[in-house]
């Protein structure tokens, strides 16, 4: 069964640092999406991405934030300059259609140090 | 803010169904209700969503009442396995999805 993969499982950064979290989408979504998920709070949705742009965005996804598609394969969020704040697990979905049923990845756990 | 209203925790012996209920009395016509499953940390897993008719799948039902206003998510035969966090989300009109706090459901040996 098809399943939204990300790398790395864990990553350890200092404040300050650029980070980059990487996700493979099920292969015939065009729909993907990152959430993340502070430890012992609710997840909450950053952005969603469609046709190589940004097609809605909360308010925790600023200028810190980008995400990018490089390759058909790969969907990509970066942050710039991390803060403490960003420790969390961040978790890759994808989708067929927007209203279409998100599937989503294992998670990334970032640690900001 | 979450749509929906679940209870905080549940529990269930193993073998026995689970029947978690939802209220989304303020869902509009044509608004989907979806449930997800988180297991520890891990990424929220589909479970099962549906519009006005009831639904199941290999995984559990979904019965949703005639006026829409609640739905309650069944797992026919529990296993330790299905211990997990349930959520429950009304689908806003946009591509996001909304979590709440969800239904800790723990299944008892």
């Known amino acids: 069964e098809p399943e939204v993969t990300q790398t790395p499982s864990h990553q350890v950064t200092q404040m300050g640092q650029e980070v980059i979290l990487r996700c493979v989408p099920i292969s015939n979504h065009l729909y993907f999406y990152w959430y993340r998920q502070i430890l012992g709070q609710k997840v909450e949705f950053l952005v969603s991405f469609y046709n190589n742009e940004i097609s809605e965005k909360s308010e925790i996804f600023d200028d810190q934030f980008s995400v990018e598609r490089p390759d058909g394969s790969n969907f990509t969020l970066k942050i710039r300059s991390t803060k403490l704040e960003d420790s969390a697990m961040y978790f890759c979905?994808?989708?067929?259609?927007?209203?279409?049923?998100?599937?989503f990845g294992p998670g990334t756990r970032l640690l900001v140090l | 803010d979450a749509k929906t209203t679940q209870p905080p925790s549940m529990d269930c012996a193993e073998g026995r169904a689970a029947n978690l209920p939802c209220n989304h009395s303020?869902?509009?016509?044509?608004?989907?209700v979806y449930w997800y499953r988180q297991i520890h940390s891990q990424g929220p897993q589909y479970i099962i969503h549906g519009l006005k008719n009831n639904e199941t799948n290999e995984m559990a039902s979904l019965i949703i009442t005639e006026d829409r206003k609640s739905s309650t998510l069944i797992l026919p035969h529990a296993t330790l396995r299905d211990t997990a966090v349930y959520y429950c989300i009304v689908r806003v009109g946009s591509e996001k999805l909304v979590f709440g706090k969800g239904t800790k459901l723990t299944v008892n040996p």
């Open positions: 979905a994808s989708s067929e259609g927007s209203q279409e049923t998100q599937y």
């Open positions: 303020t869902i509009s016509g044509n608004e989907y």
